[in-house]
């Protein structure tokens, strides 16, 4: 999400519709994750990317009533293993905000978020979607961070509707 709306926002994408997953206004930071557990998240995984995968696939379905299966279909994903490919985006979502752009391009969203997302806590989407001043806000209850994946039917319908 977070990089759909840079890319809107440098008019380089100019999508017509716009959902979004749990997206992060400030991911660290403001009602964001605190600067000391990303350090020691991102040392963590330089270190150690295969349990640190396996931890945060926990953490992605954490919170989830399909907590199992979410954690199932996710350890089939073996490119977060590619540690040259992830530092980087790491780094810079660190250091990310929206605070400051104009965003002024980018379609009314239809925002989606668990409530209860460990990973991304709720309190940033509420913020981007203030900051962008229109769309749609919907919390999704016994869901964790990945609502595509809690209710793929649900999902997929909500998109469907939006068309």
């Known amino acids: 999400g977070q990089l759909a709306l840079r890319a809107i926002a440098a008019g380089v994408l100019k999508p017509k519709k716009l959902t979004l997953i749990a997206a992060p206004y400030q991911f660290v930071g403001e009602n964001g994750m605190d600067d000391f557990t990303f350090t020691q998240f991102r040392a963590n995984y330089e270190t150690s990317a295969s349990r640190s995968k396996t931890r945060f696939h926990g953490l992605i379905a ?23 490919r992830w530092l980087p985006w790491l780094d810079d979502l660190s250091r990310f905000s929206f605070k400051d752009m104009d965003l002024s391009k980018v379609p009314a969203p239809l925002i989606i978020h668990g409530v209860n997302d460990v990973i991304v806590p709720i ?3 509420e913020a981007l979607a203030k900051h962008l001043g229109s769309g749609i806000f919907e919390r999704w209850e016994e869901c964790g ?19």
Do not use: M, W, Y
Not at 67 to 72: L, P
Not at 146 to 162: E, G
């Open 62 to 84: 954490k919170g989830d009533k399909h907590h199992k299966r979410i954690v199932e279909e996710l350890d089939h994903h073996h490119e977060v293993e590619n540690i040259a």
């Open 123 to 125: 309190g940033q989407s």
């Open 145 to 163: 961070h990945a609502p595509h994946l809690h209710d793929t039917k649900k999902f997929t319908a909500r998109l469907n509707a939006c068309q």
